[in-house]
């Protein structure tokens, strides 16, 4: 009897996976820390923006850190740069944006007002773009054919100290802006029932918006529009005890304070323009890698391994 030749395993197949599935594989997956990057990834020194978050939260929890900064700049541009956020900000972060857009999406399809809302407009494919207007009326995509009615936020850049920061929505009445930010909220030793007022922290974050504002209308960049000084606040309970409430949605209006109460915050995001256009870091501010702060820091080993003070070792 002829014995065959044992026929060459095709190395085209790939291998059966195990029939045993990992047990937890799913939630392990998502309960481990994911790397982020920083806003400014894609810019280049000339171009290096700080977002006004950054600023609001250093002003409102902890010294700020020009170093920290920039030298988030270098690594991003290197590569280097790694920022891990856990699982509980990630998922945050997600409720809080599509919570926006979906307030943003109703209005605009419920409100007899939705045709007041102003900022950047596109269609689905992404490919037909109106800015910083009112929703285009009957206007569809060449491209796509779909109308041109997804809201995005527009970016206000404050060039002058290289900040930038993006509103989360405008309603135009007349020729005035009235400026909205939203937030979800369930925060501990905040009841959303017996709130009557907007919190500190997004008070001085619209302020910031503000007068960023300001500047544009007065360089002439609004075309002859004005902003209203008197700022709203739109707040969603996002707690699981109103899920099937009819009042999850609180509106607050309270005036923009003074120019004097950002300047802090101007000068911090100075720190960090004046070392990128000089080539050289800022301070550092903690007094060693042991620090609690130091330690939290993504750029720690960066910060104290360098032997000289410019953006390239």
């Not at 047990?23 to 400014?40: C, K, M, P, Q, S």
């Not at 930010?181 to 503000?210: C, W």
């Not at 995001?269 to 990128?276: E, I």
Request: hydrophobic share 35%; glycine share 4%; charged share 30%.
């Amino acid at each position: 009897m002829k014995i065959l030749p044992k026929p060459e395993r095709n190395k085209f197949i790939k291998p059966v996976e195990s029939a045993t599935k990992p047990f937890g594989i799913v939630a392990e997956t998502l309960n481990t820390e994911r790397v982020d990057y920083h806003r400014a990834k894609n810019y280049t020194r000339e171009q290096y923006y700080i977002h006004v978050s950054d600023l609001i939260q250093s002003a409102s929890h902890r010294k700020f850190c020009a170093r920290q900064h920039a030298l988030t700049y270098i690594e991003e541009n290197t590569g280097t740069y790694v920022r891990k956020v856990s699982p509980g900000m990630s998922l945050l972060h997600t409720f809080g944006h599509a919570t926006q857009d979906h307030l943003t999406r109703d209005f605009i399809k419920r409100s007899a007002h939705g045709d007041k809302v102003w900022g950047n407009w596109r269609c689905v494919c992404g490919y037909t773009h109106f800015v910083m207007q009112t929703r285009p009326v009957n206007a569809r995509c060449e491209k796509c054919e779909h109308p041109v009615d997804i809201y995005v936020e527009i970016d206000l850049k404050l060039a002058k100290y290289r900040i930038v920061g993006h509103p989360d929505l405008f309603l135009l009445w007349g020729k005035t802006l009235h400026l909205y930010e939203i937030k979800s909220i369930e925060r501990a030793g905040v009841d959303f029932e017996t709130m009557d007022a907007p919190l500190g922290d997004h008070t001085l974050q619209n302020t910031f918006y503000y007068w960023m504002l300001r500047d544009m209308v007065e360089r002439g960049e609004l075309k002859g529009l004005d902003v209203s000084s008197d700022l709203n606040y739109l707040y969603v309970d996002r707690s699981m005890k109103k899920l099937f409430s009819n009042r999850v949605y609180k509106e607050f209006t309270k005036r923009a304070s003074p120019g004097d109460r950002i300047k802090p915050m101007l000068e911090n995001a100075k720190l960090v323009k004046d070392s990128l256009d000089k080539n050289v870091l800022p301070t550092r501010i903690c007094d060693g890698p042991n620090t609690p702060r130091a330690k939290a820091c993504n750029v720690c080993v960066s910060c104290f391994l360098r032997k000289k003070d410019t953006l390239h070792a």
